[in-house]
């Protein structure tokens, strides 16, 4: 049941150690497995390696294996290596010596990498739809509460007036930044490599360029070697892109569970959203969140993980290249459960006023006091002294009043013209 079986049984300590998670890392590329053979498939009639009967033949098997996937009950039993020596096998049984014709012109190789190109292509899509969702519930909220103070700090020292309006659209904003980066990645992934083969090429004078749109690719990796080679590569993209994007979100999530905590006390979630503890009955913990920035401080550490994997790694395929899958796809199960989450939770955050008069934001307006003068005609450095004298003598009055009226500031977030910006795919 190897797609390799040249009629001796291989060790089974050694088969169990190189075959590894594949078995279920596999189910989530089985439907693009499918996809990828169907095209396969087609392009073999269409060349005259398999007729147009044996092409509806294997039409129907597929088919019959794609519903079986989609249902969920298609199992990759423990007596294959991977999904794809399941299908072949199917196909096999099925059809009989026309299943056995499916992999002519192809090799183990670049079927991996098509389904993987394929699950990559459409993960990426649906991680850029999460991330817009997202966007948007920050948007509205930042709108909701735009006129809600939130001091701001540097140093984690009272600095300057915010708000919860500048606050949410400024992680809308980034986000941005990350789709910018996730679509770069998507060119990367959208490029057909069926047809390289073991890496080299096929002598069947086979046709790339009806797999390529069968499969709706936008273009094809033209070099078999080329193709090849971008295994690991690829991987590498998209680590980074996730990463950038799983940044993001663990700031974020570090926020909101500094401001959840009562030395802040800026925000709030119901009940329902929280932990509590074994022994204090006090505790509202920000369980979610600190799992979200944990989540995604792991996976921001996956883009090492694969440049290590194949940094030095000579052109050609190498088995390292199977340890690159499972983390990669677990990356991208993780990170739309993340963006569901976190959308889910965010939306029920409860926004508290702040109380101005606490001690501890006596000199958050010094700025705004000090631009006063400017306006008045003083310089900046000797306003900035008198105000600091001020300071220094506790006799500073802040003025609660003064409008940040520039792009992007507190009185004028732009949120239409952020929400414009957000990139298309």
Known sequence: MKLWDKGFSIDKKIEHFTVG???????????????????HAIMLESIGIITSEELQQLKTGLKSLSESIEDGSFVIEDTFEDVHSKIEHELTKTLGEVGKKIHTARSRNDQVLVALQLYYKDNLSLINDKTKVFFNTLLDLAETHKNKLLPGYTHLQVAMPSSFGLWFSAYAELLIDDVYILNAVSKIVDQNPLGSAAGYGSSFPIDRDITTAALGFSTLKYNVVAAQLSRGKSERSIASALGGLCNTMSRFAMDICLYMSQNFGFISFP??????SSIMPHKKNPDVFELIRGKCNKIQALHTEML??????????????QLLKENIINAFEDVKDILDIFNYAIQQIIVKDVDLNDDKYKYLFTVDSINNLVVEGMSFREAYQKIGSQVQNDTYQPD???????????????LEDIRAKFPNK
């Open 21 to 39: 998670n594949d078995r279920e890392i596999d189910m989530h590329i089985a439907k693009h497995d499918v996809q990828a053979s169907l095209a």
């Open 271 to 276: 009940d329902e959203l929280t932990t509590g």
């Open 308 to 321: 290590l994997i194949t940094n030095n790694l000579p052109s050609g395929y190498h088995r390292d290249f």
């Open 400 to 414: 609660l009043g003064k409008e940040h009226s520039h792009i992007g500031s507190i009185h004028n977030l732009c």
